[in-house]
């Protein structure tokens, strides 16, 4: 293999070409490489804080949720509680006034019974009187007592 002035050139040529390429190429590709690398990499520092803070608000929500459940749930016992002892009140109530009805009833039978009572003895008596007064009217046999007695006492 001869060695010639054109491999020389050539390579004196690719030496010069890769230098050039050292000194104003490559440079410029590598900063914008590792711009876009330092780019990428806050890109996905930042979705990593975003994800994070995304988990935290979500359990955060999430235990609010729970919270406002567990706090829905105690109102609705307290609520069952009131509604139970308002019915619970309205039942005694109810029974003290049915109660308080009876009695009153049983006072008003009362007092009608005692007012019949004393209109029949009065009419007894005023009924006594007449069948008295018709005995010593006319004297009669024992029969016609009994006849006469028997026959007012139909009469009541």
């Given at each position: 293999m001869d060695i010639n002035a054109t491999l020389i050139g050539q390579s004196i040529a690719f030496l010069v070409f890769v230098l050039f390429c050292y000194k104003f190429i490559w440079p410029p590709i590598s900063n914008a490489i590792e711009k876009r690398q330092k780019e990428i990499a806050d890109s996905i520092n930042s979705a990593s804080k975003l994800r994070e803070e995304i988990t935290s608000e979500k359990n955060q929500a999430d235990l609010e949720i729970s919270r406002a459940k567990v706090k829905a749930k105690e109102i609705l016992s307290e609520a069952e509680k009131q509604a139970s002892q308002i019915v619970e009140?309205?039942?005694e109530q109810a029974a003290a006034k049915a109660e308080q009805?009876?009695?009153q009833t049983h006072k008003n039978l009362a007092l009608e019974k005692s007012r019949v009572q004393q209109e029949l003895r009065a009419e007894v008596g005023a009924l006594a009187v007449a069948i008295a007064e018709k005995i010593v009217q006319r004297e009669?046999?024992?029969k016609d007592n009994q006849d006469i007695i028997d026959n007012a006492l139909s009469k009541l």
């Open positions: 009140q309205a039942h009805l009876i009695e009669l046999n024992a």
